[in-house]
Nanobody, 123 residues
Framework: QLYLEESGGGMVQAGGSLRLSCTAS????????MGWYRQAPGNHRELVAT???????NYADSVRGRFTLSRDYAKNTVYLQMGSLKPEDTGVYYC?????????????????WGQGTQVTVSS
């Protein structure tokens, strides 16, 4: 099992900035990717940004150039620095991690989610 603890979020005016943090904890697991998704009221959960342990980072078109995802591998923590925030960025932001575990001959892959943190951007 992999537990994700999120922090950050809150309310900010349009044009402002916020930073989200997510720390993973678990035993005998290997984290393959970490990132953030968000869900606005009435909408499906959508990708914001994700980073693989191999080093590639993927951003949603709507946030590219405004948000920056970074990882501290020693702390198993991922950060999402959000800038130039817009009202349409409002939603619940969920941390996600893909991890693998088990013996080499039978590696299993799972995905864990954080509980979510609210981000509200006022116009």
């Amino acid at each position: 099992q992999l537990y994700l603890e999120e922090s950050g979020g809150g309310m900010v005016q349009a044009g402002g900035s916020l930073r989200l943090s997510c720390t993973a904890s678990g035993r005998r697991v290997s984290i393959d990717a970490m990132g953030w998704y968000r869900q606005a009221p009435g909408n499906h959960r959508e990708l914001v940004a994700t980073s693989t342990t191999g080093g590639s980072t993927n951003y949603a078109d709507s946030v590219r150039g405004r948000f920056t995802l970074s990882r501290d591998y020693a702390k198993n923590t991922v950060y999402l620095q959000m800038g130039s925030l817009k009202p349409e960025d409002t939603g619940v932001y969920y941390c996600n991690a893909v991890f693998s575990y088990g013996p080499v001959e039978n590696v299993q892959s799972r995905s864990s989610w954080g509980q979510g943190t609210q981000v509200t951007v006022s116009s």
